[in-house]
């Protein structure tokens, strides 16, 4: 059985990436308000700050900063999956080892972390945040995608609208 090594940072900023078991679904941009409220519904239970988002549909990329005593976005992410699934159909394909576990057959198990080491590094996973859109192909400028928290940050000043041109652009930004 493989062991998970999480960061434990108590108040730490990380950026996360979690996506459905069945990449070829669109789950969650067609379900997005589903998706808005199981976040509004686990924020409430578990503050923590959202500092940047993207939801595609079949993934999504997020930074979070939990409180100073709290390192713990792995509940948050777990209660977020719970909630989001419960508002949606059984219409997936469930394998065997899930059904007798009483699992949906909608999220992968496993999310990615990566603690935010200092400005530089948030601000290069904001852009990617940001670029995804276009780096998966869905529209060509990364205004045109409504499910980004990059509309946000150009409503606060951060991005030009015209931010990360073109699918030909390059952001310097990894995952």
């Known amino acids: 059985m493989p062991r998970y090594a999480r960061a434990i940072i108590p ?26 409220t199981a976040l509004r519904e686990v ?13 595609l549909p079949e993934h ?5 900063t939990l409180p100073p005593d709290d390192a713990d976005f792995s509940t ?10 419960k508002q949606i159909p059984a219409t997936e394909q469930v394998s065997d080892v899930r059904k007798e576990k009483a699992e949906r057959g909608i999220w992968q198990r496993r999310f990615w972390e990566h603690a935010i080491r200092d400005e530089q590094d948030f601000a290069r996973h904001v ?27 150009v409503r606060d000043g951060h991005y030009p609208l015209d931010w990360g041109g073109t699918a030909d652009a390059e952001i310097a930004a990894g995952e």
């Open 127 to 153: 852009d990617y945040i940001h670029f995804n859109p276009v780096k998966h192909g869905h529209v060509t400028r990364v205004r045109d995608w409504p499910h980004s928290s990059f509309h946000r940050f």
């Open 76 to 85: 948050r992410w777990r209660l977020v999956k719970t909630a989001f699934s």
């Open 43 to 55: 924020q409430h239970r578990r503050p923590h700050r959202i500092d940047a988002m993207v939801v």
């Open 11 to 36: 108040g730490g900023t990380f950026f996360l990436t979690v996506a459905l078991l069945e990449r070829r679904r669109d789950l969650l941009a067609t379900n997005i308000e589903a998706l808005r």
């Open 60 to 64: 999504l990329h997020a930074i979070w």
